[in-house]
Structures are given as C-alpha cells and as structure tokens.
T-cell receptor, first 114, second 113 residues
Framework: DSGVTQTPKHLITATGQRVTLRCSPR?????VYWYQQSLDQGLQFLIQ???????AKGNILERFSAQQFPDLHSELNLSSLELGDSALYFC?????????????FGPGTRLTVL | GQQLNQSPQSMFIQEGEDVSMNCTSS?????WLWYKQDPGEGPVLLIA?????ELTSNGRLTAQFGITRKDSFLNISASIPSDVGIYFC?????????????FGQGTRLTINP
C-alpha cells in the first residue's frame, strides 16, 4: 500500500460526458501528479500540482483539467469524453525536494468510455 | 511525449534465471527510478537512485545509476514466479525548463515454471 488513494476504482461512462477522478496523496506529500496509461502503453505524464499550484504540464488535453485543494487532495476533470480517453489514470504523490522527487503511485482509476 | 529507450520490451525466462534490463536516454537525469506494475494495479517503486554511479540493492534486485547519468540498469537474480509483471524505468531531470519524470515503455517479464 503506497498510501496514495484514488477513487473511484472503475468508471464507465458515455462519449461526451464529463467525469471527475479524485486522489489523496500520502501524508506529508505536497505534490500530486496525474498520469494516463492506455492499453499496452507506457505512462504519460499529464500534470503536476505542488501545494495547491500547478507546477508542470505534460501531454494534457485542453478537455482535461486538474486542481489541488487546500487539504492537498487533487481532482482530475475529464470532459467531452471520447472513446480514446479510455485508459487507466494514475495519481502519484511526492515531496518534491529541490532536485528530486520520488513518486508513489495510487491504485489507479480505470475509465471506460462507451 | 518524450520517453526513455527501455530494453528489452519483453522477456521470457525460466524460473531461477537472472534477469537484466536497461534504460538509456539522450537527456541527463538527476534521479533514476525503477517500478514494477502488476495487471490493473499502480506502479510500485522498487529502487530509487540519486547519484551517478550509485549501485543499490533491494533483496534480489540490484540497480545502478550510470556514470554518464543517461542510463540505468536493473538486475533480478534467481527469478521467482511473483517477479512476473511489467518493469518501468523512470528518469527525472530538467526537460524543456521544468522538472519532469519520464518513463520508459516497460519490460514485460514472463516466467516459465
């Protein structure tokens, strides 16, 4: 158990809909990272938040957005969903030291868009 | 997006054999991480490397941070059935002006009993 929690574990929805994925980081971690993992593909970095503010952006679509709240939990919002958005979405947390940040992953949310 | 070159992509071995996989990059990293992912689960951190040349072990696993800071390898000795899974390397460094963690495509390990 990494200490990172994600809900829901599974999500099935239709094209055009909007969903929200939730992540709670490990106790003491200020950074939250979101990743997308499609079938048979590696992990694609989407976005990072540090202590409530956006710190880095990866390959995140404009239809996707995220935020980190004062209690440090984070939400990833996916809108106008397309079939290709079906994937595992992982959240990871870390402490974001000055030159490095070991990331611990949550169990993921499996999103299926029908 | 930018990714590391991880090899091999897949391995089929007999139980008890040793395993070796590596990652290379054109970018310099200040941290190398190795993760294992079981089907439907999140990646689990196996070993973290923070200094060039560092050699670190975790049980039957050994990983090294290359001197050039552009590569890393992971060895698994005397493989057992529970070693089956996908192993990912990840390098962390400044890429396009921001601190980023970049993942390899993974090495899928299959063990024949």
């Amino acid at each position: 158990d990494s200490g990172v929690t994600q809900t829901p574990k599974h999500l099935i929805t239709a094209t055009g809909q909007r969903v929200t994925l939730r992540c709670s980081p490990r106790s003491g971690d200020l950074s939250v990272y979101w990743y997308q993992q499609s079938l048979d593909q590696g992990l694609q970095f989407l976005i990072q938040y540090y202590n409530g503010e956006e710190r880095a952006k990866g390959n995140i679509l404009e239809r996707f957005s995220a935020q980190q709240f004062p209690d440090l939990h984070s939400e990833l919002n996916l809108s106008s969903l397309e079939l290709g958005d079906s994937a595992l979405y992982f959240c990871a947390s870390g402490q974001s030291g000055p030159s490095t940040d070991t990331q611990y992953f949550g169990p993921g949310t499996r999103l299926t868009v029908l | 997006g930018q990714q590391l070159n991880q090899s091999p992509q897949s391995m089929f071995i007999q139980e008890g054999e040793d395993v070796s996989m590596n990652c290379t990059s054109s970018s310099i990293f200040n941290t190398w991480l190795w993760y294992k992912q079981d089907p439907g689960e999140g990646p689990v951190l196996l070993i973290a490397l923070y200094k060039a040349g560092e050699l670190t072990s975790n049980g039957r696993l050994t990983a090294q941070f290359g001197i050039t800071r552009k590569d890393s390898f992971l060895n698994i000795s005397a493989s057992i059935p529970s070693d089956v899974g996908i192993y990912f390397c990840a390098g962390q460094g400044i890429i396009q002006g921001a601190q980023k963690l970049v993942f390899g495509q993974g090495t899928r390990l299959t063990i024949n009993p």
